[in-house]
Antibody, heavy 128, light 110 residues
Framework: QVQLQQWGAGLLKPSETLSLTCAVY????????WSWIRQPPGKGLEWIGE???????NYNPSLKSRVTISVDTSKNQFSLKLSSVTAADTAVYYC??????????????????????WGKGTTVTVSS | QSVLTQPPSVSAAPGQKVTISCSGS????????VSWYQQLPGTAPKLLIY???KRPSGIPDRFSGSKSGTSATLGITGLQTGDEADYYC???????????FGGGTQLTVL
């Protein structure tokens, strides 16, 4: 049974860098992509980005300039850094395992993309 | 403003059936697979449906998913009070090169 355990600083001041880590227990690490998602208070889900065991990343274009996701395969961990935070970055941040890939279709390719295992979330508040 | 559009809320009585819609475009739902998530109050989202209509192990068959064109639908039959939660649709957007979600639908079981 795969479990994700996440941690990091919960209170930041504006302009500081958010830093979170997610550890993977009980399953394969190298066979999957891993992702960060956030949820502002009372709002919906926002995808931040993804990484695989080789360090290949994709980021949400709206956050790309401030986001870095990295991986430590020796510890089965991946991490999120978000720089220059503001109050708008206040949210619950989740790590998740991804099911992702492509399926050939008559008119091109279809992507499948879902989060099948989630961490419990870390509340991050940005306030002066 | 979410890329995928869901109704803010739906409601139904215990034992009844409810459907939740998710509308998108050709760059997301129209040409990619859809997933659905249940978020109980104060907890992390949980995968309910993936690849449009597949259920992960442990998800009861009261939950179903379908897709037609650029819209997808989550169906829940035999509603229980424990189904009260927020439900989100998600998929990959090939134009944005990003995963996208709907704004969420709050289900109330009256």
């Amino acid at each position: 049974q795969v479990q994700l355990q996440q941690w990091g600083a919960g209170l930041l001041k504006p302009s500081e860098t958010l830093s979170l880590t997610c550890a993977v227990y009980g399953g394969s690490f190298s066979g999957y992509y891993w992702s960060w998602i956030r949820q502002p208070p009372g709002k919906g889900l926002e995808w931040i980005g993804e990484i695989n065991h080789s360090g290949s990343t994709n980021y949400n274009p709206s956050l790309k300039s401030r986001v870095t996701i990295s991986v430590d395969t020796s510890k089965n961990q991946f991490s999120l850094k978000l720089s220059s935070v503001t109050a708008a970055d206040t949210a619950v941040y989740y790590c998740a395992r991804l099911g992702r890939g492509v399926v050939p279709a008559a008119k091109g390719i279809y992507y499948y993309y879902y989060m099948d295992v989630w961490g419990k979330g870390t509340t991050v508040t940005v306030s002066s | 403003q979410s890329v995928l559009t869901q109704p803010p809320s739906v409601s139904a009585a215990p034992g009844q059936k409810v459907t939740i819609s998710c509308s998108g475009s050709s760059s997301n739902i129209g040409n990619n697979y859809v997933s659905w998530y249940q978020q109980l109050p104060g907890t992390a989202p949980k995968l309910l449906i993936y690849d449009n209509n597949k259920r992960p192990s442990g998800i009861p068959d009261r939950f179903s998913g379908s897709k037609s064109g650029t819209s997808a639908t989550l169906g829940i039959t035999g509603l229980q009070t424990g189904d009260e939660a927020d439900y989100y649709c998600g998929t990959w957007d090939s134009s944005l090169s990003a995963a996208v979600f709907g704004g969420g639908t709050q289900l109330t079981v009256l």
